[in-house]
């Protein structure tokens, strides 16, 4: 593959619209061909020809998504996965029985599930965080502590935590910190810059677009070599390893990651200050509102935006929330988010009965229509929740 120098670009604009500029080198082809072969031909010796043996360690349709985003993020490695939780769980598979790991309480719902289940089982010792700050501080055990985990914003109350102040407190307690990175995506944060040592996303958000596929990443920082080739051996032996057409599909949806994060950005910005000026709401949770209690750490560690998420708590509680959900007509309601469309969805709902989630809270993720058409539609949804109550 030829490499057109566009790797000296530091513009993600640039680096996501050209996928780095590679080329294949036997047709000269601008969008590189599918490879979707299991396995590589060994030479008379029976050595590997191309460096490759059998794709669940390595296929070479990988290797551009791959670098593209971790030149993104500014790492030393990426490794795709089948999953955003294939991603997540293979950095808990490196930690030992009796190994303790800090997490946030609110937190991606589908981690708390999974940790509170197998993370428990396999003797990880955990602590919830209520807040970030002085709760994380107390909740370290030096030496004990291996693994601090961190989203921002955090689902799906989009509260902020200070990534580089996290980082220092991790550190000095000899634990890493690991950032699930999905909601910003690298547009919007860098975590590797703030002092994060691993960068986890769901591909099946922002990153691939268009909500149609499933798949995860993962980006270790420049001095976790060791890291990297423990991931990549872990990735082969437990085989959540991504397919070679999704990752190809992958590559393309993201070479509009930059428009489309920078585009819902900007719409929800607007749809949360529209929400905030409604007496039919309680509160709007989004870091770009300058009341969120963390709005100056967001505005630090984000640029280009504060991301397409935002939450809001209806008056008239669970009810009213629901009722205002079946109500819109452009937004749809839908799990997930990142794609084109927009989507709403009353979270508590969708995740256990033992969810810190408020009742009265639904998600929404802003798409690419006209914001004008998105503001109109919950008009109209807060204005027939208004009658019927
Ligand atoms: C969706 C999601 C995941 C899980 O990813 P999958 O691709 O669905 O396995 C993890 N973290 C966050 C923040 C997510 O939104």
Not at 7 to 21: D, Y
Not at 44 to 68: H, S, V
Not at 132 to 140: F, T, V
Not at 363 to 371: K, N
Request: charge should be negative; glycine fraction near 8%.
């Amino acid at each position: 593959m030829k490499n057109n120098d566009i790797n000296s670009s530091t513009h993600h604009e640039t680096l996501t619209a050209t996928a780095l500029g590679w080329v294949d080198e036997a047709t000269d082809a601008m969008a590189l061909p599918l490879r979707p072969s299991t396995s590589f031909l060994r030479d008379p010796n029976q050595l590997d020809r191309a460096g490759r043996i059998f794709t669940r360690d390595d296929n070479p349709t990988f290797l551009q998504p791959e670098a593209l985003i971790n030149k993104l993020e500014g790492g030393i490695g990426c490794l795709l996965y089948a999953s955003g939780m294939a991603a997540i769980t293979s950095i808990f598979q490196r930690l030992q029985p009796g190994d303790h790991v800090v997490l946030p309480k609110l937190v991606y719902s589908g981690l708390r599930d999974w940790i509170n289940t197998h993370g428990v089982r396999w003797g990880l010792q955990v602590t919830y965080l209520e807040d970030d700050g002085e709760a994380l501080q107390q909740a370290m055990r030096p030496g004990q502590t291996k693994l601090v985990w961190l989203e921002t914003p955090s689902n799906p109350t989009w509260q902020i935590t200070d990534i580089a102040a996290a980082a220092a407190v991790a550190h000095d307690a000899g634990a890493l910190v690991a950032i699930d990175n999905t909601v910003s995506t690298p547009i919007l944060t860098r975590p590797i810059e703030h002092g994060a040592d691993i960068v986890v996303h769901s591909c099946s958000k922002y990153m691939n677009g268009h909500g149609d596929l499933i798949a995860g990443a993962t980006v270790v920082a420049p001095q976790h070599e060791a890291v990297f080739n423990e991931l990549q051996q872990l990735r082969n032996e437990y085989g959540g390893v991504l397919g070679s057409f999704e990752s190809w599909l992958l590559l393309r949806g993201m070479r509009t990651l930059s428009l489309r994060v920078k585009a819902v950005s900007e719409s929800a910005l607007l749809v949360a200050q529209f929400l905030q000026a409604s007496d039919a709401i309680e509160e709007v949770m989004y870091p770009g509102l300058v009341s969120h209690p963390l709005h100056d750490v967001a505005a630090k560690q984000m640029s280009n935006g504060f991301g397409g998420m935002l939450s809001f708590r209806v008056k008239g509680g669970e009810r009213a929330a629901k009722l205002l959900a079946s109500k819109v007509r452009i937004f749809r309601q839908a799990i997930s988010f990142g794609s084109t469309e927009s989507v709403i969805e009353h979270r508590a709902g969708m995740e256990k009965p033992d969810t810190p989630t408020p009742r009265d809270l639904l998600r929404v993720s802003i798409g690419l229509e006209h914001v004008q058409d998105l503001i109109d539609d919950l008009q109209q949804a807060l204005q027939a929740v208004t009658v019927e109550r």
